[in-house]
């Protein structure tokens, strides 16, 4: 299932298995726009993170933050990537920061399959500096320091997928989906 290539979606949806697809990266790296589409492919209903924590706390990200700070955010980021999960397969977008936890990450592995969508830093930049909605990201330091994770974080994801520099497609260093790590 390379670039370009056709997918086969009932391979596709045997080797999940009931899990969900959960795209995980930078903010920036095209888990929401990826994810619809997927979703569209796949027959599974689409669902981002971001958009069900701001619809229940009738706030956006940012004024979570201001507000109450990363803590907060992310612990409620936490309990509601949980209850998603819990709800039947989808494909879900993470926000920018989810997979840095371990609870959101073994939830994760238990239910679903993770894909790590990772554009090059450039256009990570181009992307998040269009927009003034990160609340993490207010210089190009700080998306420099985020955009690396550790190796603990890294081994956990499923799928790396890097977009290339000319396309918003996806390539995949993987072929299949597994279900082992």
Known sequence: MG????????????ALGGRSVVLIGMMGAGKTSVGKRLAAKLALPFVD???????????????IFERFGEAYFRDGERKVIAR?????????ATGGGAFMNP?????????????????????????VRKKSN??????????RRSAGCSRSVRRSMRLPISPSNRSTAPTTRSSTLSSGA
């Open 3 to 14: 670039q370009g290539q056709p997918v086969d979606v009932e391979r596709v949806t045997a």
């Open 49 to 63: 993170a971001d958009a069900e924590i701001e619809a229940g706390a009738q706030l956006t990200i940012s004024e």
């Open 84 to 92: 998603l999960l819990n709800g039947g397969p989808l494909v879900l």
């Open 134 to 143: 990160r609340p993490l990201l207010k210089t190009a330091d700080r998306l």
């Open 103 to 127: 609870v959101t990450r073994d939830n994760i592995a238990a239910r679903g399959v993770s894909i790590w969508l990772k554009p090059d830093f450039d256009i990570l930049l181009a992307r």
